[in-house]
């Protein structure tokens, strides 16, 4: 197996024969399904996320961009739904997913998740709380993007992200993707 790649929430999902389409592949369609499922897993399941209550009226998806990788065949071992945090804004969380079994990555998707309210219906602005538990899911080498007056109590300038705004990197190259993976 690869080296555990560091602050990410890795979700263990079994590909089902329900899910082969006529072509004998796994769905494109399937596939949303597992990033959906990661994300739901990471701010509804995760033990940090029960335990203080975060995102009590839930969380609206904005975005998905996704790239298909590789074609991904129903097989007894579990994919694996690796979620990191590219960036952090006022009311939502970039989030990367990549769809894998080791060695390859299938489909890697940037999703772009909002605080719900539960009265308005509409996105409201991240609490601290909830800002401090998805910021534990950037990659130790992708600074993420939160604005400083979320951190201190003196308002400031955001601080400037490294992480690219266009289409997700390698995304123009579809040469096999390694996998990497979490102990989490």
């Known amino acids: 197996m690869s080296a555990p790649h560091s602050n990410a929430h890795v979700l263990t999902c079994p590909t089902r024969w329900s899910d082969v389409d006529e072509n004998g592949h796994i769905n494109n369609a399937r596939l949303v399904s597992y990033v959906q499922e990661g994300i739901y897993d990471l701010f509804c399941h995760h033990r940090t996320a029960v335990r203080e209550s975060l995102f009590p009226s839930g969380f609206l998806i904005a975005r998905h961009e996704i790239d298909y990788l590789e074609q991904l065949h129903h097989q007894p071992e579990?994919?694996?739904v690796r979620l990191t945090v590219a960036q952090l804004g006022r009311s939502s969380a970039h989030v990367v997913v990549n769809v894998?079994?080791?060695?390859?990555?299938?489909?890697r998707a940037r999703t772009v998740v909002v605080a719900r309210?539960?009265?308005?219906?509409?996105?409201?602005?991240?609490?601290?709380s909830e800002r401090r538990f998805l910021s534990a899911f950037v990659p130790v080498d992708l600074p993420v993007e939160i604005p400083v007056e979320a951190l201190s109590s003196t308002p400031s300038q955001r601080v400037p992200a490294k992480a690219a705004r266009g289409p997700l990197p390698g995304s123009a190259h579809r040469a096999r993707r390694r996998c990497r993976t979490s102990a989490r």
């Open 100 to 107: 894998c079994r080791d060695p390859l990555t299938y489909m």
């Open 117 to 128: 309210d539960r009265e308005s219906g509409r996105s409201r602005k991240l609490s601290q």
């Open 78 to 80: 579990p994919l694996l």
